[in-house]
């Protein structure tokens, strides 16, 4: 057997579960499509001496809209929400980064508040959950709370949710007319980690860029939108390849990249560089 | 082997219903080849990679490896073996034999799986779309332009 031993517990309700991560707190680790907890299990990086079964829980699965806002739920797998004619329509930054997340059989069963809970640095949802400047409903036997993706996550799978708390769902804003999303990644062979990914969104008028939202993955710890570099983007024409050059080779001195002996921060930043100009130039093509 | 924890399950494994005390730390792969049987589900590398381990769960194409076997209770397993028994994978399974779409052939059970899941949902599939679909499954042979001939030859077939 792969796995170390440990105390299996299906929880059929919210408040059943609340209640056995209250009580196993730190020793649990909670299984919904475990598409990256497994691999830990089986090569005992992690050893959690309780394994809580959340996916018999009604209610955390399913995709709506309303008020504005587009709701999540934490247990909905990435190929429903790929699938979801809401999720094309309404926020194509989602639909497009899912192509890149991880393989088909992986997408089949992993889940998109599993992946924001595990915040791989490499991982495209939480870039395009801070780029979309979303909410993260969680739940805990203390109470709910909503935490704005911008201080969720706080670094190598590192997040604001406590030992006792679950994420219950993922409140997107539903963006406002006029502004045009990309998402893009270089990855070794497709849907592997990326090496760094971009989520964008611009606001043109004509051919400039009148604001802009940037966040990458892969990049940084952990993703955040990137203030000085969509301020520099301000008044650039999105076909300017020669300003967003200057622009994307001062990359450098905004962030604090990764470095790893496969890929040193050089090179993450060469290819985050790279892909802003990718994505630019593609919106540049797209609008003529 | 006293002190493991065993849980009873109950799922339709290839159209039949299977009851079974299972250790909770079992993968469904490693069930389904040790203690029924079915060994044309491959496990290459057990954590997630390789994808030789794929089976059907509920429809859908998953890697055995990353699903326990009691995560399995009251669902429908459905393996090679199945898929092969009711002929839904025939017309792939034709082609890949008249391309010799294989070198060692360990990847192959999962490749059929998967390329009919994209097929069902892909029946007019470009090459590229096909190379993606598939990626998952990558092994080491570099044997894939003859894979992505058999997947392209059995949707034309299909769609005569």
């Known amino acids: 057997m792969k796995p170390a031993k440990f105390t299996y517990l299906r929880p059929s309700s919210l408040s059943e579960a609340l209640e056995l991560l209250h009580r196993h707190g730190e020793d649990a680790s909670l299984l919904a499509g475990g598409q990256s907890l497994m691999p830990m299990l089986n090569l005992r990086f992690a ?4 394994l809580i079964d ?3 829980i009604p209610g955390l699965s399913g995709i709506a809209i309303g008020d504005g806002v587009v709701s999540i739920g934490a247990l909905t797998r990435h190929f429903e929400v790929a699938g979801s004619p809401i999720i094309r329509d309404r926020l194509p930054l989602v639909h497009e980064a899912l192509r890149h997340v991880a393989h088909a059989a992986i997408r089949n069963r992993g889940t ?6 595990l915040a791989d640095p490499a991982a495209e949802l939480p870039a395009c959950c801070v780029c979309l400047d979303a909410a993260i409903s969680t739940a805990s036997l203390s109470g709910f709370r909503s935490v704005p993706a911008s201080k969720f996550f706080r670094g190598v799978y590192d997040t604001a949710l406590a030992h006792d708390e679950l994420i219950s769902r993922i409140e997107i804003p539903l963006p406002p007319d006029g502004w045009t999303w990309s998402f893009d990644e270089v990855s070794r062979r497709h849907g592997d980690f990326a090496v760094a990914g971009i989520a964008l969104g611009v606001r043109l008028a004509g051919d400039v860029i009148m604001e802009s939202r940037v966040a990458f993955c892969g990049l940084e710890a952990a993703p955040r939108r990137l203030a000085p570099l969509e301020e520099r983007l301000r008044g650039v024409r999105v076909g300017d390849r020669i300003a967003i050059g200057e622009i994307a080779t001062r990359l450098a001195d905004h962030v604090h990249p990764l470095a790893s002996e496969e890929y040193p921060a050089f090179y993450r930043i060469e290819v985050a560089s790279a892909l802003l100009q990718r994505v630019l130039a593609r919106t540049s093509e797209a609008i003529q | 082997m ?8 109950r799922c339709i494994v290839n159209g039949e219903e299977v009851r079974a005390a299972v250790s909770v730390r079992k993968s469904l792969v490693d069930w389904l080849r040790h203690d029924l049987a079915l060994t044309g589900s491959h496990v290459g590398c057990e954590h997630g990679v390789c994808g030789a381990c794929g089976v059907v769960v509920d429809g859908r194409v998953v890697r055995g490896c990353l699903m326990l076997a009691v995560e399995a209770d009251g669902l429908a397993v459905e393996t090679i073996e199945g898929a092969t028994r009711t002929g839904r994978v025939l017309a792939l399974q034709r082609a890949f034999f008249e391309r010799a779409a294989l070198q060692c052939g360990f990847c ?3 490749m059929i799986l998967q390329a009919a899941e994209f097929l069902e949902a892909n029946p007019n599939p470009d090459r590229k779309g096909v190379r993606e679909a598939i990626s998952g499954n990558y092994c080491r042979c570099t044997g894939y332009e003859a894979i992505v001939d058999a997947i392209v030859t059995a949707a034309r077939r299909h769609r005569v």
């Open chain 1, 47 to 50: 050893r959690p001496a309780v």
């Open chain 1, 54 to 56: 959340i996916k018999r």
């Open chain 1, 112 to 117: 998109f508040g599993g992946s924001l809970a």
């Open chain 2, 2 to 9: 006293s002190d493991e924890e065993t849980l009873a399950i």
């Open chain 2, 108 to 110: 192959t059970p999962a």
